[in-house]
C-alpha cells in the first residue's frame, strides 16, 4: 500500500502531497508522514525540488489544521452551548474550557508534530473551547514547521531507503503516541486511585 | 486493587489496551531498528514506484547510467517518470527494465572497482 503512495508521490508530486497534508489535518487516514519522507526522498534524488516540498507541505497542513479548527467552532459553540444547559455539565465544561486556556497552547504546539495522530482531534477542541484564533495559529504553524522539517528532512538526507525509512520512522511515531496515551490514561487511573482511597 | 479497577471500568480498559498497543509499537521498532542497521543498503529490489534517478541515487551510481540501461534519451526535460510507466510506454516488463538495470549497475561497479 506505501508502495502505491510513492508511486502517487513520484508521479504526481506536489499536489499529492499538498492533498494528503490538508485532508490529514481533518482526521482522514492518509498516512502524511510517509507522503513527507517520499517528498523529501524523491527531492534528494533530483525528482522534486525541495524548496518547493517544504513550502507546499507546510502551507496545505497550516491550512488544514485552521480548517478543523474553524469546524470545531462551528459546530461545536452550539454542541457545547446546548450541554451547557445542564449545571453539572456547565461546571465540567467550565473545567474543560479552563484547561484548554491553560494548557491548549502547549497541547496545539504538541499534537502537530510529536504526537501527530491527535493533531486533528486538537484542532477541533481547541475551536470548540473557544481559544483565541491569533493564539492557535502561533503554536500551530510553529509546530508544523517543525514537523514538516523533520519528516521532509529525513526522507532528503535518508530516502535511498524509502520502504526501510517508513517502516521505522512510523514505528517510532506510532510508538511515542501511545506511550503519550499509555501515560496521559495511566495519570488519570492513578488520580481516580487517589480519591478511591480518601473516600474508603 | 482490584475492586479499584472494577470500579473503574471503561478506563482501565482503555488504559490496558493502550499498554497492548504501546508493546507492540515497541517490538515493531525493535524489528525496523534491526532491519534498518543491515550493513547492506543495497538489499533494496528495484520497483515499479521508483523513478529512475531514484534508482541511481539508491544504488549510488550516476544518473546517466541509469537512463542509458532504460534507452531514456537525454533531451535535458527530465519528466519524472516511474519505472511502471517506463516499462509501459516501451512495451517491456517491469522485470526486463529490472534485470537491465541490476546488469549496468553491477558493470559501472566493476569499472570503478566497488
Known amino acids: ?200 | 486493587m482490584l475492586k479499584f479497577f472494577k470500579s473503574h471500568p471503561i478506563l482501565s480498559m482503555v488504559f490496558a489496551i493502550a499498554l497492548v498497543v504501546t508493546a507492540l509499537f515497541l517490538v515493531r521498532f525493535a524489528v525496523s531498528t534491526i532491519v534498518w542497521s543491515d550493513p547492506d543498503p543495497h538489499q533494496q529490489p528495484i520497483a515499479g514506484w521508483m523513478t529512475p534517478r531514484y534508482v541511481a541515487r539508491s544504488r549510488q551510481v550516476q544518473p546517466e547510467i541509469v537512463a542509458d540501461a532504460l534507452g531514456l534519451g537525454r533531451d535535458g526535460t527530465g519528466r519524472r517518470l516511474t519505472l511502471d510507466e517506463i516499462a509501459v510506454s516501451q512495451d517491456r516488463s517491469l522485470e526486463e527494465l529490472r534485470l537491465a538495470l541490476e546488469a549496468a549497475v553491477r558493470d559501472a561497479r566493476s569499472e570503478t572497482g566497488d
Open chain 1, 1 to 200: 500500500m506505501t508502495e502505491t503512495l510513492f508511486g502517487y508521490v513520484s508521479s504526481y508530486g506536489l499536489p499529492v502531497i499538498a492533498i494528503s497534508a490538508f485532508l490529514s489535518c481533518l482526521a482522514l487516514p492518509i498516512p502524511t508522514f510517509a507522503v513527507m519522507l517520499s517528498g523529501g526522498a524523491f527531492a534528494a534524488s533530483g525528482d522534486l525540488v525541495l524548496w518547493q516540498v517544504l513550502s507546499t507541505a507546510y502551507l496545505a497542513a497550516v491550512l488544514g489544521d485552521q480548517s478543523g479548527f474553524q469546524v470545531g467552532r462551528w459546530s461545536g459553540r452550539a454542541a457545547i452551548e446546548f450541554l451547557a444547559r445542564s449545571p453539572k455539565k456547565e461546571a465540567l465544561i467550565a473545567r474543560a474550557n479552563a484547561s484548554v486556556a491553560r494548557w491548549g497552547g502547549a497541547g496545539v504546539f504538541l499534537s502537530t508534530w510529536l504526537f501527530a495522530p491527535l493533531g486533528p482531534w486538537v484542532n477541533l477542541i481547541a475551536g470548540a473551547a473557544g481559544m483565541p484564533r491569533l493564539q492557535f495559529l502561533a503554536w500551530d504553524s510553529t509546530g508544523e514547521a517543525i514537523w514538516v522539517a523533520t519528516y521532509v528532512g529525513l526522507g532528503f538526507l535518508f530516502g535511498s531507503r524509502l520502504p526501510d525509512l517508513v517502516e521505522l520512522v512510523g514505528n517510532w511515531a506510532g510508538l511515542i503516541s501511545s506511550i503519550g496515551i499509555s501515560s496521559v490514561l495511566g495519570a488519570l487511573l492513578v488520580r481516580a486511585a487517589i480519591r478511591h482511597r480518601r473516600r474508603e
